[in-house]
């Protein structure tokens, strides 16, 4: 319409008249287009943020999980593996897996019956017999698969693999976590001479010596204590106690470390030297989360969230907690669109920049509209 006035003007100048309301359209519609842009820059900054440090699930994943919340199929785990996030490409090059491999590989149901005979390498110690590892200063724990808990779904999207040597290799979808049914190479924990491992649980609120087994109550006080033992002629130089407490700390909050170090959730006390046949020991005090925590059991791992803390020191102490409510695992929808941060950020600024060359051309247009009529007030006299 705007054009059609400008072109009948010279034949029909008392058309500069309606001049003015098209500036006042132009100058509302770029009102709303600079906020517009507003928002699409401060959205653009939230996707930057998001695609340099990308949400990770909480309620879904566990501490026990390898990758954090799983991956959503192969070119996700291809990620991982290539940017080795988490160890993950150290880890699956200890099983004789290339990153490579994950490009071509496909998502399979796996029912639990197929399992017999396999290993999970996982980050979290439950129970002995296991295997510890340790890779750039983190322990992984490789153990026989065991479906004793009803928590366990029935299914599980697993991505197969063949390493070199013609050995099947499984990556569990929903945790990251690696099956199979050999041992992988990676370094142990500990080797050469390695001290005995033991803890022991008590609580000082209702005088039971052994807490183990039993069943606590919110607020109620509970006193750990982590024994290790040096069965040999020779001393142990340099040890320090070190225990992964992910799974305690779903339900407990640490009140005394006694004289320890907490990092994210494991908790470590100054090394030393335990000499021929003798012991070494600390302590630590919880006290049970009041209300207790309602999550649901994190699909991935049926013993997390599961109303009883576990403790592994060597042995398993478990203490249980008051069934006051329903607890459900936790379901992960994987049949939605995944659209990656940095694709959602290049869409933003793709809007953005199409925002701004609509403000651009608002703003020639209102100085043309202005040109016009000074060109015109100044041939009218």
Known sequence: MLKKLLGNLAYNPSLIDGLPSYERKLKNEQRVRLLALLILLCMAVLCFFN????????????P??????????????????????????SILSGYGISCNQLNFANLQNLRLGNLKGFYSLSQLPYSDPERSFSLNNQAYYLRPISFSSSNYPRTYPVIWLTNQSGQ??????????????????????CSGNCPSH?????????????TNGSTAKPGDLLIY??????????????????????????YGSIVNTYGGHALN???SWPATTIEPYQSTSQEMAVTIKNPIPGTPISSSDSNYFDLSMNVTYGNSVVVHLPYSFPKFIEKINRNLYNISPWAGLFAVVGATIYSGYFILRNYLTKEEIRGIKKDYINNDH
Request: charged share 10%; net charge neutral; proline share 7%.
């Open 225 to 250: 204590t982590f024994v290790a033992t040096n069965h040999s002629s020779s001393p142990i130089k340099n040890f320090a106690i070190s225990v992964n407490l992910a799974n305690l700390l779903a």
């Open 168 to 189: 099947s290799v499984g990556l569990m979808a929903s945790s990251g976590n690696v099956i199979s049914n050999f041992i992988p190479k990676l370094a142990p924990l």
């Open 64 to 89: 026990n999980d390898l990758i954090s919340g799983g991956f959503q199929g192969p070119s996700a785990a291809a990620y991982d593996c290539s940017n080795n996030i988490d160890n993950y490409g």
């Open 198 to 210: 033991y803890v022991a649980v008590r609580t000082e609120n209702r005088n039971v010596p052994n």
């Open 265 to 267: 959730n494991s908790l």
């Open 51 to 62: 695609a340099i440090n990308p949400a990770k699930p909480s309620l879904s994943s566990s």
